[in-house]
């Protein structure tokens, strides 16, 4: 599903005094294309994945997806965060069939649709399992199963693997791009890992300090399928990520995050 920004700005008021997130953004995403943003902490890449999510509402411009302009929840995105949400109480299958029970598909086609998940994220013999007694690397399989359960077009990926050590990501960066590779949703993926971004990405959106605005956008054309484990000792790879971390790097020194 294609994905369409148009002029999008951003407003909140906070103490009484208005704060610009967003200026003047605009975005294409075709369909099945996976784009990822970096930028500093802060400046609007979180408030426009809300925006497209349809939690937030823009201030100007508007969001098209899938031919249609988004107005309230967008029911056609999967929205994956850094906080997976799963509930404690649920087994690993049991929260992967929620989304389908708020959804009112019968009992059997749940189990069946929330096995060949955990048989995707390579779960299946953890399925009665709660999420107290999943690793880090598990719960996320997990929430990502519970997104991918409905089949939603475009996902809407915000960190989701921020808070794991740099061996697990890359085991979970690698498992991504195969689920995607299988199924081309149309991905938009923020992360404030470069390297991260470069490997998986087809284009990468880099974004200014506040007010957020896309400053650059470069194409990845590294070849796929990629091996995540190996990409970052290529001279492309390496040269991209040069490249993009010039635009990258003044921008963080005036967000304040170095």
Do not use: C
């Amino acid at each position: 599903m294609s994905i369409v920004v148009d002029d999008v700005g951003k407003y909140f008021v906070r103490r009484g005094r208005e704060v610009q997130a967003l200026a003047s953004v605009s975005l294409e995403v075709t369909d099945g294309e996976f784009v990822a943003q970096v930028g500093p902490s802060g400046r609007g890449k979180s408030t426009l994945m809300n925006l497209i999510a349809g939690i937030l509402v823009p201030s100007s411009g508007r969001i098209v997806h899938d031919g249609r302009e988004v107005h309230g929840i967008n029911r056609g995105v999967g929205y994956l965060t850094q906080v997976d949400g799963l509930l404690p109480w649920r087994s690993a299958e049991d929260n992967i069939t929620l989304p389908l029970e708020i959804q009112g598909v019968p009992a059997r086609e749940r189990r069946t649709r929330a096995r060949q998940m955990l048989e995707l994220v390579n779960l299946t013999q953890f399925h009665r399992h709660y999420p107290s007694e999943l690793s880090g690397g598990m719960r996320k399989r997990v929430a990502l199963a519970q997104v991918l359960v409905y089949d939603p077009g475009t996902l809407l990926m915000d960190e989701p693997f921020g808070a794991l050590d740099a061996q697990l990501k890359l085991v979970l960066q690698d498992e991504l791009l195969k689920i995607w590779e299988g199924r081309h949703n149309t991905v938009v993926f923020v992360t404030h890992d470069l390297g991260e971004a470069i490997s998986l990405a087809d284009r990468v959106v880099v974004f200014t300090g506040r007010p957020g605005q896309i400053k650059s956008i470069e194409k990845v054309e590294l070849p796929r399928p990629r091996n995540v484990y190996k990409l970052r000792f290529d001279r492309e790879f390496q040269a991209l990520y040069e490249k993009i971390w010039s635009a990258l790097e003044p921008e963080i020194k005036k967000g304040g995050d170095v």
